[in-house]
């Protein structure tokens, strides 16, 4: 019911927003509004035939939202399904149902029934593919003592691609409860290849737990089963016995895993590993909006480690920043990296790893929708300060010119595309509702003038001018003097993506105070959207007792004035 509609669909009425009440406003709420507008909107109240004309236009309008939000069963199917609810699928649900309660319950059902059929046409293709590449040769020539070369030295270092890997799963959903799996792996690494193929089937018990067959092919027939439950609100239990059947008998594996949820952002785990490799692993994991923080500690065979791993979110560039340090039986490996989110879809990444005895390699991986590409380069067998170097700046190098000259302009036209897309199809409907907003805002003029003369004698809340529209437009509009005033003026287009909207906003004034609910401002008594698919902000500059205010507003932010930090300091 937002005016913005990302899909490009037809931009349906808000009558919550219409009537500027809350998605919880109480019947008294609902009533007090629909008074308020009808004062404006009733034919009676005006002489002009045209206006006449318009006004009975928005009463019927106003009428109508009032009578879909003050009536339980409308309300419940209109909150839940939008206006198309009303018309259709919503009246076959009243006609079976009694209360707002069972309109709920029924409309959920029909929801997940809906949801079982889109699951049934649904694959849910996954892979990954993985390019080994042993670049070592670039910083870390072997110095031979006889050249094997009967052409002499070699000008251009040696890169070979030292072991492929393809994984790929889909899955074919039965019902909402059971999901079917399968996936296949194929590997090869220094001209020795493997592969494997599994099936599983997934049952959903409850919401609660669920259980988990298993078969697979590949260095013999494997069998296993896996299940999950909740223990409690904070504890669930993970487990997981596989046999793998060779030729020298079976050989069984067990894993167990408990979960516990010490606080809001913090896991712990504890993992018992028993078969051909035993381990026992505890693990705390502490995930904010802007941190996530990872400690692990492992006991067993053929591995002992301790780890920690560190990633800091920046969400406002869309980047997450990685470090992490594990040390045990095997060596030292420090980490370090970056990933950015480069479309809705897609991101990028670059891990560096210097490591005792492993050496130095750069990790470059890339992340389109359910596939990953991922390229380990090993760069050198030794620490040395060439390599870390390079596998740290090129990356980033490389990436700020990919995306200056190709990422940049194709995501540029994407979104541009998408604008035009939603703009072509809401032409008529915002054509139709800059008329309408036209002709409410014509309308309100007498209500304008006498509320307006009201907060003047009473110095209470007089809005000097309002903007609505692009943001990047709205600020470039000059200020104009507290004395400003003007009746009789009409809403009008100040710049093709911004509309003057003081009018409708003076009148939504009472009591000298005013406020707008978190929704689409377009859908506000005499406003429009004048620029379908582009970011708007509200300017408002009003008087309170006297004094000039000023505040700028996103377009689906709250609104509350007067304020006292709004108060724009005398120079």
Partial sequence: MDDENESGTVIEEDYYTFLNVSKNATNDEINNAYRRLSKVYHPDKHVDPIEKKEAEHLFNKTKRAYEVLSDPHQRAIYDSLGI????TEGWEIVQRTKTPQEIREEYERLARERDERRLQQRTNPKGSVTVNINATDIFNRYDEEFDYDELGPRAIPFIEVSGMSFVQSIEAPLTLRDTVVMAGNLSTHNGTGSGSINVSLRRLLSEKGWVEFDLGAGNGPVFSVK????????????????FQFTSHGIRPSLVTSLANQLDKNTVGYLTWKAGAQSAMS??????TPRSHTSVSLQFGIPHTYISLTYTHKLEEYELKLRGALKAGTFGTVLEYGAEKKVSQHSSVAATVAVGVPSGVTLVVKLVRSNQTYSFPIHLSEEIVPSPVFYATAVPIVVYGVVKRLVIDPILKDQKE???EKRRESNKARMAEKKREAQASVSLMRNTFARIRSEEEVRKGLVIVKALYGRSSVVSTFGNPSSGEKDSEREQTSVDDDVIDVTIPLQCLVKDSKLSLHEASKSQLPGFYDPCVGEDKVL?????????????TVGDTETLRIPKQTHRVNPT
Avoid: C
């Fill in 539 to 551: 300017m408002v500059q009003y008087l309170y007792h006297t004094h000039l205010h000023e505040v």
């Fill in 417 to 419: 595309r998408e604008k």
């Fill in 84 to 87: 198309h609810g009303l018309e």
């Fill in 227 to 242: 299940g999950f439950r909740t223990l409690t609100k904070r504890m669930f239990i993970n487990m997981s016995t596989v």
């Fill in 282 to 287: 505890t693990v705390i994991v502490r995930d």
